[in-house]
């Protein structure tokens, strides 16, 4: 079965980083394009970053454009996302997804991981 482990959350500065991964397994990493997503207490899962299988295209959320970055390494079944200049609203936990194309829509992921905790203190 298709199975995605994040790690890398915790808590940090205002204005620090952390690097985000997520492993997948169960089917062939490279043919799916891979998303990024966060759930703040109290709030809906929104769309952070995606990026495409084939071409590596990348897309980025208004609020995180220029701060974060979305990557992917096939060869070890491993997306990234490094969040640089970090802000207390960028708290929540964060989700790797896995699906058929890129989007910035839940509902066309299939596979979700079971999230990392991710802490931005002011």
């Known amino acids: 079965q298709v199975q995605l482990v994040e790690s890398g959350g915790g808590l940090v500065q205002a204005g620090g980083s952390l690097k985000l991964s997520c492993v997948g397994s169960g089917r062939t990493f490279r043919k799916y394009a891979m998303g990024w997503f966060r759930q703040a207490p109290g709030k809906e899962r929104e769309f952070v970053a995606a990026?495409?299988?084939?071409?590596?295209?990348?897309y980025y959320a208004d609020s995180v454009k220029g701060r974060f970055t979305i990557a992917r390494d096939n060869a070890k079944n491993t997306l990234y996302l490094q969040m640089d200049s970090l802000k207390p609203e960028d708290t929540g936990v964060y989700y790797c997804?896995?699906?058929?194309?890129?989007?910035?829509?839940?509902?066309?992921?299939?596979?979700w991981g079971q999230g990392t905790q991710v802490t931005v203190s002011p």
């Open positions: 997804a896995q699906g058929p194309v890129v989007t910035d829509s839940t509902v066309e992921y299939e596979y």
């Open positions: 990026i495409s299988w084939k071409v590596l295209n990348t």
